[in-house]
């Protein structure tokens, strides 16, 4: 049981890392204190592997105004569909999202014969949260969206900020 534990001790916390950074375009000497961000975030070091990965303190900017914009913005009722899965603590919300993940294991393709089992779902948990706003992170996140419904000009998209989305999702429902 020992060999084991190690085994699997080297194997997927030493050798991978956090993945992304194992890569070696990671530069430690770039991160800025995450405390930029929120001061609940102290002692941490920022840096992510997409797109801001040369200039974390832009990224930070970011996520600033998108915070602030979601503070002032935001209806009683929204999701935030994003990677960053702090920022409805970060705005003080209470989100009605039908779900924690948006990613490629938590939502099915279009293509997945269980999809329309999803979308069924997903319409019926926003219908029943009276949700008609949803802040996305990128235009992926808004493919999401734009997927459950069958009228695509009933989702009007709004850029906020360099990463923030506002989806205005009322004449759908």
């Known amino acids: 049981m020992t060999f084991v534990t190690f085994k699997y001790h080297h194997r997927y916390n030493e050798s991978r890392y956090f993945l992304d950074f194992k890569i070696g375009f990671f530069d430690k000497k770039k991160t800025i204190k995450a405390e930029n961000l929120d001061k609940s975030f102290k002692n941490l070091q920022w840096i ?3 797109y801001f990965i040369t200039n974390p303190g832009e990224e930070i900017n970011q996520l600033k105004l998108s915070v602030e914009y979601i503070k ?3 209806k009683k009722n929204f999701i935030i569909i994003s990677d960053y899965l702090f920022l409805s603590s970060l705005a003080n919300a209470n989100i009605a999202s039908p779900l924690k993940f948006y990613d490629d294991v938590s939502v099915p393709k279009l293509t997945n014969s269980f999809f329309n089992y999803y979308k069924k779902f ?3 948990q926003l219908k029943k949260n009276n949700v008609n706003q949803v802040f996305v ?3 992926y996140y808004s493919d999401i969206i734009s997927n459950i419904f069958l009228n ?3 989702v009007s998209t709004k850029k906020i900020t360099n990463i923030l989305y506002e989806l205005n999702i009322k004449n759908c429902l």
Request: with cysteine; proline share 7%; charged share 25%.
């Open 48 to 50: 992510t592997p997409f």
């Open 72 to 74: 002032k913005n935001s």
């Open 122 to 124: 997903f319409i019926i």
């Open 137 to 139: 992170t990128s235009k």
């Open 152 to 154: 695509k000009k009933c």
